[in-house]
């Protein structure tokens, strides 16, 4: 008898599934959000080292024939 109460106590009617989807919903655009942040990050840093490697390439000599 007791183990059939707490059973039911498990499943709270207060708790409703749209609040709980909401919540996942915010917490999963905030980590992609988060990941997008951080790919960029690394495209721009990888955009200033590829400008700085192309700034250092020497012109070959023009030729004055």
Do not use: H, Y
């Not at 709980?20 to 917490?27: D, F, M, P, T």
Request: net charge positive; with cysteine.
């Amino acid at each position: 008898m007791n183990a059939r109460n707490d059973l039911k106590k498990l499943s709270d009617p207060r708790l409703d599934a749209r609040l709980v989807l909401a919540a996942a919903q915010l917490r999963f655009a905030a980590r992609v959000d988060f990941l997008v942040a951080r790919w960029l990050e690394r495209c721009a840093t990888n955009a200033e080292a590829a400008q700085q490697l192309l700034k250092t390439v020497q012109k070959p000599p023009a030729n004055s024939g």
